[in-house]
Each structure stands twice: as C-alpha cells, then as structure tokens.
C-alpha cells in the first residue's frame, strides 16, 4: 500500500490569493492524480501528473488556474489560483500502485479542505 | 469508462451483513468492477476489485453476476464504522495500471445503526 500525506490539512483563504497544496509519498510512483471534491459531491478528477511530462488536465480544469508541479516521483504539488468561493472544496491527491502485471490499486491522499471567503 | 447505477443510500443493523448492490449493464470484457468506500472527511479508501470470479478478502466480499452486468458488495459483520459512501466502478486496466484515474460517481451512503 502507499502513505500519502497531504499539506495543509485545511485553510481558509481570501478570494485572489493563491494556496500551494503539497502531496508527499512513501514510495516512487509514476502515475499521480489530483481531484476535488466539492461540498455534497462526488470527487472529480483535476488533472494527471505524471513525473517527467506536463500535467494533463480534464475538460473544465486548465493550467492558468490550477498549476501543478511533478519535480520527483513521489512529490507534487497543486496549486489553486485566484481563488474564489466557489473554489472552496476538498483537494485530493491520489497514486497508483502496481504490483505487476494487472493487479494495481489506487490510493488516496487525506485531503486538504479549503474555505475561500 | 462504463457507468454504474447506485442506490443513494441504505441502512443497515450493526453486526448484520451489508449487501450494496452496483448495476453496470454496459461493461466491457476488459473493464473490472472495484470498489471504494469514503468515510466522512477522509480520503476514498480502497475496497476489493475483481474481473468476473467472485472475490474475498479482510474487509469485504464481492459477487459478480454471470453475465457481468451487476455486481454486491457484501460487508459480512457491518459495524458502525463502515458507515461511509461506497463506489461501485468500472474501468479498464492497462498493464501496469497505465489506464489511470478512476471516475467517481454519486455512490451509495450506507448507514450502519446500533
């Protein structure tokens, strides 16, 4: 299985201002997600940071607005620009692991639980 | 990915088994059924996953009917803290895992009472 921790665990911002969330893990991954979960809602899938290539964003998610970094293969980053109230959700970070072949499993992250007033 | 159809929610006695129930009517051969579970405030958590055989291990039982196209989750001795959502989900796996991400959808808010 993998450990991951995610910094901070929750914040409160002001709309304009900028939050970086960090995701660490236990072991080298490849493949590493970020998602949001918005209040009373299922996750959503922000973006694939695979290290050594540029984030791939989903539709409705776009660089200028969500950055992301993949410096090593078990570190990155989110950040979360010009906020806005409608911002204000969980940030998940999530990987997966192989053990070979196809038998992987993914795992998430604790969350960061952002307030933008 | 194909879609899966849940009930929003359901309630169940402590120490009773839990048996969810996920439809997924259009899977493709290639495609598994997994399932996570989200306790309030926490990251999904990883259930069980399987292709067609049944499946057991220390949390939970899936059951894949013959034809695929549903499959129950079973949590033999629920207690209250598997009081969660539970995602019912299908997706392709790539060797290696290299197919990706998984996409949730509302899932079933499964309440274990005293």
């Known amino acids: 299985s993998a450990v991951i921790s995610q910094k901070p665990s929750r914040d409160i911002c002001q709309r304009g201002t900028s939050l970086t969330i960090q995701c660490q893990v236990d072991s080298q991954v490849t493949m590493m997600f970020w998602y949001r979960q918005q209040p009373g809602q299922s996750l959503t899938l922000i973006a694939t940071a695979n290290q050594g290539s540029e984030a791939t964003y989903e539709s409705g998610f776009v660089i200028d607005k969500f950055p992301i970094s993949r410096p090593n293969l078990t570190f990155s980053t989110l950040t979360v620009s010009n906020m806005s109230p409608e911002d204000s959700s969980i940030y998940l970070c999530?990987?997966?692991?192989?053990?070979?072949?196809?038998?992987?499993?993914?795992?998430f992250g604790p969350g960061t639980r952002l307030t933008v007033t | 990915d194909a879609k899966t159809t849940q009930p929003p929610s359901m309630d169940c006695a402590e120490g009773r088994a839990a048996n969810l129930p996920c439809n997924h009517s259009t899977i493709s051969g290639n495609e598994y059924v997994y399932w996570y579970r989200q306790i309030h405030s926490q990251g999904p958590q990883y259930i069980i996953h399987?292709?067609?055989n049944n499946e057991t291990n220390e949390m939970a039982s899936l059951i894949i009917t013959e034809d695929r196209k549903s499959s129950t989750l079973i949590l033999p001795h629920a207690t209250l803290r598997d009081t969660a959502v539970y995602y019912c989900?299908?997706?392709?796996?790539?060797?290696?895992?290299?197919?990706?991400?998984?996409?949730f959808g509302k899932g079933t808010k499964l309440s274990v009472k005293p």
């Open positions: 399987g292709l067609k």
């Open positions: 999530s990987v997966v692991l192989g053990s070979g072949g196809f038998s992987y499993e993914q795992y």
């Open positions: 989900i299908v997706r392709v796996v790539g060797y290696g895992g290299s197919q990706g991400n998984l996409i």
